[in-house]
């Protein structure tokens, strides 16, 4: 048993990319922050690394500001993977049990699992990143999570497949391996941020994470304690900032300084609200112009299309309005002002902002989430002597 477990975290972002260091000791419940840092992604567009060199830099940056904050060299991490290619397809296993005594085995189960990938993916270029069984079925007995030992003549599997492009899939293990690191796992955003802000009854209830970053929107779907379904918009709070420059005729950096500062879903009440108007100085030469009003139209247009979206995405599942634990929204863009309110009008659910659960000492900040579930996935792995539940395809990049 080592004396302390010292877990990386690499987040990257289409906003920005965090490293964070931990160690916790054995036993005890705290962590301790050794290092944490950021800088602005560089090369990543829509949560997609498109410039593996420059995305490589910033990171081996980042690597040398913690290794300098904590003292000791870095080198691996637990990173994260996102984009709009990531999906999931629902598939079915078969095998039949292979002991004399009609005893299930570990083979067994390993051999129904890998019956269900035996798919046709929906790119060729398509790649299994993970596989989550939902339940087992012994013989037509279905609503098993675990059967080992059990007898049986017929094993089956229900699983969730969550599979990506496999030339985004290398981009990502590439930039890490080329910025010094190994890579101890790549963990999909949603399940990540799901791993920090979920409790487990929610879990086993029913319940919808979005984690609404800068480029893209992570959505995981829990019930019965399960993943059911997961999905990446390819947009997020960046395309506010966008539409808020466009809108008011300004640059991107002034847009986005109006969203931090007066950027709300809430929508004015008395008439006195409705007229008011505010101006913005920039660089004491030029004045903007605009209504709260003009603004908050600007964004729920944004909001309320994510919604719709989401909506959509549930109702695929039969899940539309009807999820009792609710929606939890996380992520730098559940920060936003009054998003909670437009999440329950738009998706009639209950809504709550999510933050990291069981870290005493760390920052309550829904942009961390992704960050903190990184740590707590790590930990789960570094701790637990044998394989998890889960099923993990290794992404394997071959270097000439």
Not at 203 to 232: R, S, Y
Not at 305 to 319: G, M
């Amino acid at each position: 048993m080592p004396k302390q477990y010292i877990i990386n975290a690499l987040d990257i972002g289409s906003g920005s990319i965090k490293l964070l260091s931990v160690s916790r000791k054995p036993g005890e419940r705290d962590f301790e922050i050794l290092s944490q840092n950021q800088e602005s992604s560089l090369g990543i567009r829509k949560g997609v690394v498109v410039d593996v060199s420059r995305t490589a830099a910033t990171i081996a940056s980042l690597v040398k500001k913690n290794e300098q904050d904590c003292g000791q060299k870095i080198e691996s991490v637990y990173a994260n993977i996102g984009g709009g290619h990531i999906s999931c397809i629902s598939s079915r296993g078969l095998v039949s049990v292979s002991r004399a005594d009609q005893k299930i085995s570990e083979e067994d189960i390993k051999r129904v699992l890998q019956a269900a990938q035996a798919i046709s993916l929906p790119s060729k270029n398509g790649e299994i990143i993970e596989v989550f069984p939902k339940e087992f079925i012994v013989d037509g007995e279905g609503g098993l999570k675990q059967v080992l030992g059990l007898e049986g003549v017929r094993l089956e599997a229900e699983t969730l497949i969550l599979c990506g492009f496999s030339p985004y899939l290398k981009n990502s293990s590439q930039t890490i391996l080329d910025s010094g690191l190994q890579i101890s796992e790549l963990i999909p955003d949603p399940l990540a941020s799901a791993r920090a802000v979920l409790s487990l009854r929610e879990k086993e209830l029913g319940v919808c994470v979005l984690d609404i970053g800068a480029g893209t929107i992570g959505m995981a779907v829990f019930e019965e304690g399960n993943l059911i379904h997961a999905a990446v918009f390819p947009f997020g709070s960046g395309h506010i900032t966008s539409d808020i420059a466009i809108c008011l005729q300004t640059d991107i950096d002034t847009a986005e300084k109006i969203k931090l500062e007066f950027g709300t879903c809430k929508i004015p009440c008395s008439k006195k609200e409705k007229k008011a108007e505010k101006k913005i100085k920039i660089g004491g030469e030029e004045s903007i112009v605009f209504s709260r009003k003009e603004l908050t139209d600007i964004i729920e247009a944004r909001v309320s299309e994510v919604f719709d979206l989401v909506n959509k995405e549930l109702k695929k599942i039969s899940r539309q309005a009807r999820l009792p634990a609710g929606i939890v929204l996380t992520g730098g863009g559940a920060m936003l002002p009054g998003i909670k309110e437009i999440a329950k009008k738009e998706l009639k659910l209950p809504c709550r902002i999510g933050v990291a659960q069981g870290f005493a000492n760390f920052q309550a900040e829904p942009s961390l989430s992704t960050l903190y579930g990184l740590i707590l996935e790590g930990l789960d792995l570094e701790e637990s002597p044998k394989p998890r539940n889960i099923l993990r395809k290794i992404l394997k990049v071959f270097i000439p």
